[in-house]
């Protein structure tokens, strides 16, 4: 019977598991092209008609793909409580500086619409893009050092600084993370938006896609001589469709771009997003956060799961509350589908 109760509870916890590195990833393919857009307010925006058209193009969209950021750490806390415990303990500061920044980027978008001096509009137009661009960077650092490892001791306590996480290998995941989504935004507005924008986003989605092509595979060559998450590859070769298809959909999306299909390309960039995150977090598998000091002082799926019976009950809210996210988010993505520039009521007065 306990043998039955233990294997009962791997799975589940295998599960959340998988759930948890999905629910991330799905979080980074939507989140990460509004926060691209802010990214590339500076450079693409030339008058006040130019930068209406830019967060109109997210407008409707940014608060609801923030859900899932909700969702993912409302996963961790209930599902993975020992690893939430040290998340926000040993990676406090750079957490706090995402969270500070979402939220001045959430006000940012509030009050420039009810501000008329040209002065404020651009002081918050810059909070806006400055909010963007940390919340990119930093949550790059931080899952290039979870998935590197950190040094925490038996307790979860950090050994090391802010600065302990600004190596080369955090940096790196935090340049890739700003390109990738650099990318997406841009080809979000290059599928929202005409004329003089659309075409300077068009050039900018080329430039970003080679950036982003380098920084790919410096980081995938880099976490070879870096981490350990190859070898969960190694033993289950058919797991490497992962990686392999991550390279194969930024491929594709450079040929889209090539031909000019934006909304094609927005898709594969998405794909490449997602599967860059489960590549990580899949070869971080049992482990949710890994100690650089002791493998033993690693947070895994057994040592900070939930109970069983909270995993059964959390994985049947799951079952219900998500589809319904799904669709919610499904029905407005349809209802704003067409362009922010030209004559679309749906957008009127929006930003």
Same mark, same amino acid.
């Given at each position: 019977?306990?043998?039955?109760? +233990?294997?009962?509870?791997?799975?589940?916890?295998?599960?959340?598991?998988?759930?948890? %590195?999905?629910?991330?990833?799905?979080y980074f393919v939507l989140d990460g092209f509004d926060l691209g857009v802010g990214i590339l307010m500076p450079f693409l925006s030339r008058d006040e008609a130019s930068r209406r058209a830019m967060f109109?193009?997210?407008?409707?969209?940014?608060?609801?793909?923030?859900?899932?950021?909700?969702?993912?750490?409302?996963?961790?806390?209930?599902?993975?409580? /020992?690893?939430?415990?040290?998340?926000?303990?040993?990676?406090?500061?750079?957490l706090m500086l995402i969270l500070f920044a979402l939220i001045l980027r959430g006000a940012a978008l509030g009050l420039r619409s009810e501000l008329e001096g040209a002065k404020s509009r651009?002081?918050?137009?810059?909070?806006?893009?400055?909010? +963007?661009?940390?919340?990119?960077?930093?949550?790059?650092?931080?899952?290039?050092?979870?998935?590197?490892?950190?040094?925490?001791?038996?307790?979860?306590?950090?050994? /090391?600084?802010?600065?302990?996480?600004?190596?080369?290998?955090?940096?790196?995941?935090?340049?890739?993370?700003?390109?990738?989504?650099?990318?997406?935004?841009?080809?979000?507005?290059?599928?929202?938006?005409?004329?003089?924008?659309?075409?300077?986003?068009?050039?900018?989605?080329r430039i970003l896609w080679v950036a982003t092509a380098v920084f790919a595979v410096v980081f995938l060559l880099f976490t070879a001589f870096t981490t350990r998450l190859y070898d969960i590859y190694l033993h289950i070769p058919p797991l490497g469709a992962?990686?392999?298809?991550?390279?194969? +959909?930024?491929?594709? +999306? %450079?040929?889209?771009?090539?031909?000019?299909?934006?909304?094609?390309?927005?898709?594969?960039?998405?794909?490449?997003?997602?599967t860059i995150v489960l590549f990580g977090v899949i070869g971080m598998y049992p482990n949710l956060i890994i100690s650089s000091i002791n493998p033993e002082f690693s947070r895994t799926i057994a040592n900070s799961s939930s109970s069983l019976l909270t995993l059964r009950i959390m994985l049947t809210v799951a079952s219900i509350f998500i589809p319904l996210v799904i669709i919610y988010q499904a029905w407005v993505y349809r209802i704003f589908r067409g362009k922010v520039t030209g004559e679309n009521p749906s957008y009127e007065g929006l930003y």
């Open positions: 019977m306990t043998t039955t109760l +233990s294997g009962v509870t791997h799975i589940l916890e295998t599960v959340w598991f998988i759930l948890w %590195g999905v629910i991330w990833g799905a109109n193009a997210i407008g409707p969209f940014w608060d609801g793909n923030e859900v899932w950021l909700v969702a993912a750490g409302g996963v961790t806390f209930a599902a993975f409580p /020992g690893t939430y415990a040290v998340l926000f303990s040993a990676l406090y500061a750079p651009a002081f918050w137009d810059r909070v806006f893009a400055i909010s +963007s661009f940390i919340p990119a960077l930093l949550l790059g650092v931080t899952f290039a050092n979870l998935f590197q490892g950190i040094p925490i001791d038996a307790r979860g306590i950090l050994h /090391g600084t802010v600065l302990t996480l600004l190596n080369p290998y955090g940096l790196l995941g935090g340049f890739l993370f700003l390109v990738v989504f650099s990318l997406h935004g841009a080809l979000w507005l290059c599928v929202k938006c005409d004329g003089a924008l659309g075409e300077r986003a068009a050039l900018a989605a992962i990686p392999i298809l991550s390279l194969l +959909s930024l491929t594709a +999306s %450079g040929v889209a771009i090539g031909i000019g299909t934006w909304k094609a390309a927005w898709y594969f960039t998405g794909v490449t997003t997602l």
